[in-house]
């Protein structure tokens, strides 16, 4: 089954709540002192890769760990790469409003849960979100300073040869991830960034020049400048 669009996740179009509004108040953005990456891409082009590097050369940067219900795969780690919890907990969490956004993906559902999230922000560190186009677009909806990045490969055949090598998917899987990329890399436009990832080096280095320009954003660092304004009366 191919990736579930439109949009099957939670409801984009409805109004902020508690939490959002919360953020917002007290620190006149979504983000509060830390602040918000993005980074979706078709699987096999490198995500969880660069996603790897950039948290180990940024301290500050955090990854939020999603809740999923999809089965841990050899090697995964519970509380590491995922909550992984049962159909019936996720939904029980969507009732009481657990989460920032969530979706069904190659018929799993995957959510980022709030209150995690939110300690990360409130702790003035930036957190990390690697979520599919529909979460984006319900994050973009929610919390309008989030920063996104659409990652790319550099062509089809590349990404057929990332998944055919990597060799954790059937050659079912692999037609099924190329089939759902052909729809996913139509949503590029949707997001503030893209980056090639042809080089690692060179894709890692744009990420890390991504963060580094979101933290100068003027919103993000709004209460400083005003401590310094401070200092001369105003
Ligand atoms: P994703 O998380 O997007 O599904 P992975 O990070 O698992 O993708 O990467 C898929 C495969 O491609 C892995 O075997 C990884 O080592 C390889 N890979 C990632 N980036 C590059 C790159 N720039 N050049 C060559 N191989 C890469
Ligand atoms: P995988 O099962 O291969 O780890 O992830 C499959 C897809 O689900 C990837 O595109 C990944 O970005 C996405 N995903 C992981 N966590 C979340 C989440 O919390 N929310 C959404 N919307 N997508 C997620």
């Not at 702790?123 to 929610?142: P, S, T």
Request: include cysteine; glycine fraction near 8%.
């Amino acid at each position: 089954m191919g990736l579930a669009l439109p949009c099957r996740g939670g409801d984009a179009g409805r109004p902020p709540t508690s939490l959002e509004h919360r953020m917002m108040e007290k620190h006149g953005s979504s983000c509060g002192r830390g602040s918000m990456l993005v980074i979706s891409a078709p699987s096999g082009a490198g995500k969880s890769t660069l996603v790897r590097r950039l948290i180990a050369l940024l301290p500050d940067l955090v990854f939020s760990v999603s809740h999923t219900t999809r089965r841990q795969r050899e090697g995964e780690k519970e509380g590491q790469d995922y909550f992984f919890v049962t159909r019936r907990r996720f939904e029980s969490m969507i009732a009481a409003d657990e989460f920032i956004e969530w979706a069904e993906v190659f018929g799993h559902l995957y959510g980022t849960s709030k209150a995690q999230v939110e300690k990360i922000l409130v702790d003035g560190r930036d957190v990390l979100l690697d979520i599919d186009v529909q979460g984006h677009q319900q994050v973009r909806k929610r919390l309008h300073d989030a920063l996104s990045v659409f990652i790319l490969p550099p062509s089809f055949e590349e990404l057929k040869r990332r998944l055919t090598e990597r060799h954790s998917d059937s050659p079912q899987d692999v037609e099924r991830r190329l089939t759902a990329a052909c729809q996913e890399i139509s949503h590029w436009p949707e997001y503030d960034y893209l980056v090639v990832n042809d080089r690692l080096a060179r894709a890692t280095e744009a990420l890390r020049a991504i963060v580094q320009t979101g933290r100068l954003r003027r919103q993000i660092q709004a209460e400083r400048a005003e401590e310094i304004c401070r200092t001369f009366g105003g």
